[in-house]
């Protein structure tokens, strides 16, 4: 389980429900519901990681990009493709 020190104000949690009320991208949606799972059910990152069928160290990514950067950061979050051997 991740441990973080953020503490989520229901500010928080409110803009990221209204923010993923509006969101068309799909992608962004995923990641947002992610943190508002961790963020209100308080479930572990690998349960979410189990649920939605991600990688653990992917919702950990998205939750720490969300608390160094907010909602932008997190809209905003591209991948790097592995190279492959």
């Known amino acids: 389980m991740l441990k973080v020190s953020h503490e989520f104000s229901e500010l928080e949690i409110e803009q990221l429900k209204n ?3 509006q969101c ?20 572990s990152t690998l349960q979410i990681a189990e649920l939605i069928g991600k990688s653990e160290r992917t919702i950990e990514n998205w939750i720490i ?11 905003s ?5 592995k190279k492959s051997i």
């Open 77 to 81: 979050y591209n991948y790097t493709q």
């Open 19 to 21: 923010y993923s009320a």
């Open 24 to 43: 068309k991208n799909i992608r962004v949606k995923e990641r947002i519901l992610s943190i508002l799972m961790f963020a209100t059910l308080q479930i």
């Open 65 to 75: 990009k969300y608390i160094n950067e907010g909602l932008e950061g997190i809209s």
